[in-house]
């Protein structure tokens, strides 16, 4: 069994929303969510894994998932929060709603959110309820599920800024809000507004009667006029001077969409910063499903938006930008069964999503050192072990298939592998779930290029460190005042020919400080200099024990050749291989796959010179495009 060396710190179990809000709230910091709901169709639900992947990096405290009425959207609103919260490393919180809907779909859903790591849930109550409704009102349900669940769920409500449609007034609307708190609800998020005084006045409404709960403001970025007027109409009963304002400006550029947006980033960055000028320091993005204007609004230097990005950004504003710092070199799912989980192999540092799926079966995840990976079987290759995993999800996994045609030439995929090494856009190559690593930019110049011109088609590396600071941009993680390590290593495909050079190379006294593995695929060669698990990356905290949290391991590296060859055969489904280009088959069939690890970080020379001396003598198969 897995050995586990460490006791699990107390706030890494801090799954709730509610009780990391209350952490922002004591450190007055910033926070913000973004709010998704479930596409109609296969492609736009593919689309929306990407668009979340792309927004994570603006860090979110937590992503929600709506719910259609009536239970309409369940199986796809379970799937895409599970796939955030396991995949994407989201805190996730999943909305449901209880009128005209089984009590046996509610009872369903909330058993498989549990499963899935899913430990926070937006009620709702959903369409009026119909005679035979289970439920009647969102309190009535959150009653329930406090029986059934105790305090397993955060609860988190709407509220009304102005009052709910159906509600005979705002006081009593208000009165409907605090039963749903009393019932057990422990977080509140307002309906959208254009008017901060209408969202402080109700705040305050709320605390004179009673609700004592954070109450977060929810916020829609304006992408057209008409759905602006849309909103406005739906939300916005008092027609006050501010609102008629924000009117007047948006309507003069109706006719331009780019300009109503450029406004709508501003007006809506104003409100913003009107509320935290008042001490509001949590907001919720109504996504729409839509990136751009959330993250102009984040991100664009002030007075355009918030300048979050930006070192030098609006500094007389009261308030601590959320921490970005990573707590570990790759970002943990926010599953609570992995919530002490510290240590991975390296090999799947390119692609995390499809170690989380491979891994989701296992009951323990190691805390502090990596014990025997023999003992909890890593997942299928098809991720069908993920149980709540549909085929939109499996697509999304296997949407970065490789670029090469039937016709592809080993100069045409070695193009496409030194090319893809600065491309900003999206990854070229399925072996890469984003684009190269910064740090990995450190060596990219004098080995990382140089050896993929030469045949040696890299798929993973990452450069020496020795005692760097936790907080240095490329390599930092962990806590402040802490000191990074790393060994250097490089992983890369190359032909049998290739090989016996590099094990030649290997073999040779002046490198021994060099370990490697190789196997071959159809072959089922295997070559290594070493056994055991070797530590490549580690840091040194104050008040803490050494973390070493990525390693090379001899067994979980016979399980990712079984991946990573996989991959060149990925554009093809079962029966179809016969279409893909000699060399990739060739490639498949015969080359090695091989990693290598310089144990020395402090010199950091050999491996360098190692790879040097085996292309030195080899043909440069590199031509540029024309």
Wanted: aromatic fraction near 12%; glycine fraction near 6%.
């Amino acid at each position: 069994k897995l050995q586990f060396l460490y006791f699990i710190d107390a706030n890494s179990r801090k799954m709730k929303i509610i009780e990391r809000i209350h952490e922002y709230l004591e450190r007055d910091s910033f926070f913000y969510s973004f709010e998704y709901f479930p596409p109609k169709t296969d492609a736009g639900t593919v689309n929306l894994y990407e668009r979340m992947e792309r927004m994570k990096d603006l860090n979110p405290c937590f992503v929600g998932v709506t719910w259609g009425v009536e239970g309409k959207t369940s199986e796809i609103t379970l799937e895409i929060a599970t796939s955030s919260q396991n995949l994407l490393g989201l805190e996730s919180i999943m909305h449901i709603t209880c009128t005209n809907t089984p009590l046996t779909l509610l009872r369903d859903t909330l058993q498989k959110a549990r499963e899935a790591g899913i430990q926070n849930l937006f009620v709702l109550r959903g369409a009026t309820a119909k005679p035979g409704s289970e439920f009647k009102h969102a309190s009535e349900f959150i009653s329930w599920i406090r029986k059934e669940h105790g305090d397993y769920f955060g609860i988190t409500v709407a509220g009304y800024p102005e009052g709910h449609d159906e509600a005979p007034s705002y006081e009593e609307d208000l009165q409907h809000l605090k039963k749903k708190v009393d019932a057990g609800a422990d977080l509140v998020v307002s309906q959208l507004f254009y008017d901060v005084d209408i969202f402080m006045k109700f705040v305050q409404d709320c605390r004179k009667i009673g609700i004592k709960c954070p109450i977060i403001p929810g916020i829609m970025p304006i992408n057209t006029y008409h759905q602006f007027l849309r909103m406005k109409k739906l939300f916005c009963k008092h027609n006050t001077e501010a609102v008629q304002e924000l009117n007047k400006k948006l309507e003069e550029l109706k006719q331009d969409d780019d300009a109503v947006k450029d406004v709508g980033v501003m007006e809506v960055t104003k409100i913003i910063k009107k509320l935290m000028r008042k001490g509001v320091r949590g907001f919720h993005f109504f996504t729409q499903n839509l990136e751009k204007s959330v993250t102009r609004i984040l991100t664009d230097l002030p007075p355009y938006g918030l300048g979050l990005l930006d070192e030098t950004q609006d500094q007389d504003l009261p308030f601590q930008l959320p921490e970005n710092r990573r707590d570990l070199p790759w970002r943990r799912s926010a599953n609570m069964k992995r919530c002490g989980e510290e240590v991975r192999p390296a090999f799947w540092a390119n692609r995390p999503k499809s170690y989380m799926a491979k891994t989701m079966s296992w009951d323990d995840f190691p805390n502090g050192r990596w014990g025997d990976s023999r003992s909890p079987a890593f997942g299928e290759e098809d991720h069908s072990h993920f149980s709540y995993m549909t085929n939109h999800t499996k697509q999304w996994l296997d949407t970065r298939s490789g670029p090469w045609g039937a016709d592809a030439t080993l100069k045409d995929i070695c193009r496409l592998f030194v090319d893809g090494l600065r491309s900003h856009e999206e990854p070229l190559l399925p072996w890469f779930e984003s684009t190269l690593s910064a740090e990995s930019g450190r060596i990219l110049d004098d080995l990382i290029e140089p050896m993929n011109k030469y045949g040696l088609f890299s798929i993973n590396s990452q450069p020496g460190v020795n005692a760097e600071s936790s907080e240095t941009k490329d390599v930092g993680w962990g806590p402040a005042g802490g000191y990074i390590y790393q060994k250097a290593y490089v992983e890369f495909f190359c032909s049998p020919e290739v090989a016996e050079k590099v094990f030649t190379e290997m073999n040779k006294p002046q490198y021994n400080q060099l370990t490697y593995m190789a196997c071959g695929n159809n072959s089922g060669a295997q070559q290594a200099n070493h056994e055991g698990v070797t530590a490549v990356t580690w840091g040194v905290f104050p008040g803490r024990e050494i973390i070493q949290p990525t390693v090379v391991d001899p067994i979980s590296f016979i399980e990712w050749k079984k991946e990573a060859f996989a991959l060149w055969l990925s554009p093809y489904k079962p029966g179809e291989q016969r279409f893909c280009s000699k060399t990739v088959q060739t490639i498949f069939d015969t080359w090695w796959l091989i990693h290598i690890v310089d144990n020395d970080y402090v010199n950091n020379k050999q491996l360098g010179e190692a790879i040097r001396n085996i292309i030195s003598g080899l043909p440069c198969l590199y031509e540029p495009s024309t």
